[in-house]
């Protein structure tokens, strides 16, 4: 089993930039895609971005293109996410994991919160 710990996220101002930070337990997550998924309040959990083990990379709409840039250091095990341009409607708790489409392959993490409010 894989444990994820998600840190990075805060308060911030739209128009600001955070870098989300994932840290996984173990290195078998260099085998696997892996993939940033946010989750606002009221609504279900959605995924934003995706990485392969070799670094090819994909969005999951237009509101997180241009913004949003996922990669990975299978080295350090760790997945990141910067978002850029920050918007008051990415405010939800972003969490990583294994994936492919609407499969997952471990338990979530605790999440960071990203908060954008002027």
């Known amino acids: 089993q894989v444990q994820f710990v998600e840190s990075g996220g805060g308060l911030v101002q739209p128009g600001e930039s955070l870098r989300l930070t994932c840290a996984a337990s173990?290195?078998?997550?260099?085998?696997?895609?892996m993939g940033w998924y946010r989750q606002a309040p009221g609504k279900q959990r959605e995924l934003v971005a995706s990485?392969?083990?070799?670094?090819?990379?994909?969005y999951a709409d237009d509101s997180v293109k241009g913004r949003f840039t996922i990669s990975r250091d299978n080295a350090k095990n760790t997945v990141y996410l910067q978002i850029n341009s920050l918007k008051p409607e990415d405010t939800a708790v972003y969490y990583c994991?294994?994936?492919?489409?609407?499969?997952?392959?471990?338990?979530w993490g605790q999440g960071t919160q990203v908060t954008v409010s002027s």
């Open positions: 994991n294994g994936g492919r489409g609407s499969l997952t392959f471990w338990s």
């Open positions: 173990g290195s078998i997550i260099r085998l696997y895609p």
């Open positions: 990485i392969t083990p070799g670094g090819s990379t994909s």
